[in-house]
């Protein structure tokens, strides 16, 4: 996971994301760098364009989050009728003594 972090820092410095830039944000961070991983993760991330993925996914959650809104309103109001069936046996009982 560091190195994709790594990536993300060089990505925002405007570095090159390459394998020796990767080992010295990780070894900067004081973590024994990793020839393989950082080789592995250069690879795999070039000829990606990082800032669009990031921008992609702030848009979706963006657009999902009115949903998962309604999802909590909803389980929300569900969680308040229970709650009131479970008051009115208590309600009736305090009435049942004041009479």
Known sequence: ??????ALLLNEAGKEINE???MQVV???GIEPDQAKAKVV??????VNIKEIL??????????????NTAQQAAAQK????EEKND?????????LFG
Not at 1 to 6: D, P, T, V
Not at 88 to 96: D, F, I, Q, Y
């Open 42 to 47: 250069a690879d795999a991330l070039k000829n």
């Open 79 to 82: 969680e308040e009728k229970k």
């Open 27 to 29: 070894k900067a961070a």
């Open 88 to 96: 009115e046996p208590a309600a009736s009982g305090l009435a049942a």
């Open 55 to 68: 921008q992609n996914a702030q848009s979706m959650q963006i657009a999902s989050a009115p949903q998962a």
């Open 20 to 22: 020796e830039n990767l």
């Open 1 to 6: 996971m560091e190195y994709i972090y790594a």
